[in-house]
């Protein structure tokens, strides 16, 4: 298990009223974090590993695609909705990207 930040966007303006999103913790929690695959693609012609990483935690009412974990200098987006393991509301199983630095997606 690891300790890792669970993070969420929010919508902000600059003094221009210019829309900025930003990411703020809403809790550390303990988690389980595994590769699941690896693959290696092509962004703006330069090579950029991708690679799917599953999380596993307790069940959490807050929890949605889109929000993210850090560990450490790692960051992984939730790309889909957790999945409620066994539909008690005792784990959640996230499937998530890890998100490469300078690279948009």
Do not use: H
């Not at 999380?55 to 807050?62: A, G, N, Q, T």
């Amino acid at each position: 298990n690891s300790l890792i930040q669970l993070q969420r966007s929010i919508r902000t303006q600059d003094s221009s009223g210019k829309a900025i999103y930003t990411w703020i913790t809403v809790d550390s929690v303990w988690a389980d974090v595994m590769p699941l695959t690896g693959m290696k693609l092509y962004y703006a012609n330069q090579l950029a590993p991708e690679l799917s990483i599953e999380v596993s935690l307790r069940f959490r009412p807050d929890m949605q695609a889109g929000m993210r974990f850090l560990d450490g200098a790692s960051t992984y987006l939730i790309k889909r909705a957790p999945i409620n393991l066994d539909g008690r509301n005792v784990y959640l199983r996230c499937i998530c990207e890890q998100q490469q630095v300078g690279i948009i997606t």
